[in-house]
């Protein structure tokens, strides 16, 4: 199995990932991570956006006066 030569862009100009020092490549590796991290933050962020609406919107719901089905009949 052969492995393919893994190609960045750093600053518009391209680098292969091997040829990088090793450190600098720790770091790209790290810059990857952090972004999935983020990425998977503002997922989460959103989802949580979402429940507090559910709850705020079953607060006001809850204040709301309870309509009589007898009034309404009438």
């Known amino acids: 199995m052969s492995e393919e030569a ?3 862009e750093i600053e518009g ?3 292969d990932l091997a ?3 090793q450190p600098t490549q720790a770091n790209v590796q790290r810059i990857a991570t952090l972004r999935q991290r983020a990425a998977a933050l503002e997922t989460e962020l959103q989802e949580l956006k979402l429940v507090i609406d559910a709850y705020s919107n079953s607060v006001i ?3 709301k006066p309870v ?3 007898s009034a309404v009949n009438e």
């Open 67 to 69: 309509e009589d089905d």
């Open 13 to 15: 100009v391209p680098h």
């Open 6 to 8: 893994v190609t960045i």
């Open 61 to 63: 719901q809850s204040l």
């Open 19 to 21: 040829s990088l020092p």
